[in-house]
């Protein structure tokens, strides 16, 4: 199995900038593609970025491009979302996903391509 923990959420003004995090752990972190989606009140959960597990590829949603920027280290087993020039639309409870596949046959962006979830972490952005 795979336990995954997101971190760094908070509050911060339009305009700023945070970095998730989330930490991987179980027997199969290696074959792990990951996946950051996002849920606002009321709304459906979104996808936002995905990276591979090599980390050569990596995707993002229209409305995040330019803006957020998704890495890995794997010797951490953790995954990174850089937001920058955040905006009150980005307020969400932000989640980590993991897909375990040897190989890559992504983009993986839909909810159902991944089978591992963390419990999430609140980003409030400010106007």
């Known amino acids: 199995q795979v336990q995954l923990v997101e971190s760094g959420g908070g509050l911060v003004q339009g305009g700023g900038s945070l970095r998730l995090s989330c930490a991987a752990s179980?027997?199969?972190?290696?074959?792990?593609?990951m996946g950051w989606f996002r849920q606002a009140p009321g709304k459906e959960r979104n996808f936002v970025s995905g990276?591979?597990?090599?980390?050569?590829?990596?995707y993002h949603a229209d409305s995040v491009k330019g803006r957020f920027t998704i890495s890995r280290d794997s010797a951490k087993n953790t995954v990174y979302l850089q937001m920058n020039r955040l905006t009150p639309e980005d307020t969400a409870i932000y989640y980590c996903?993991?897909?375990?596949?040897?190989?890559?046959?992504?983009?993986?962006?839909?909810?159902?391509?991944?089978?591992?979830w963390g419990q999430g972490t609140q980003v409030t952005v400010s106007s």
């Open positions: 179980g027997r199969t972190t290696s074959y792990l593609h």
């Open positions: 990276i591979s597990r090599s980390g050569a590829s990596t």
């Open positions: 996903a993991a897909k375990s596949s040897y190989l890559y046959t992504g983009p993986y962006t839909s909810e159902n391509d991944y089978g591992y």
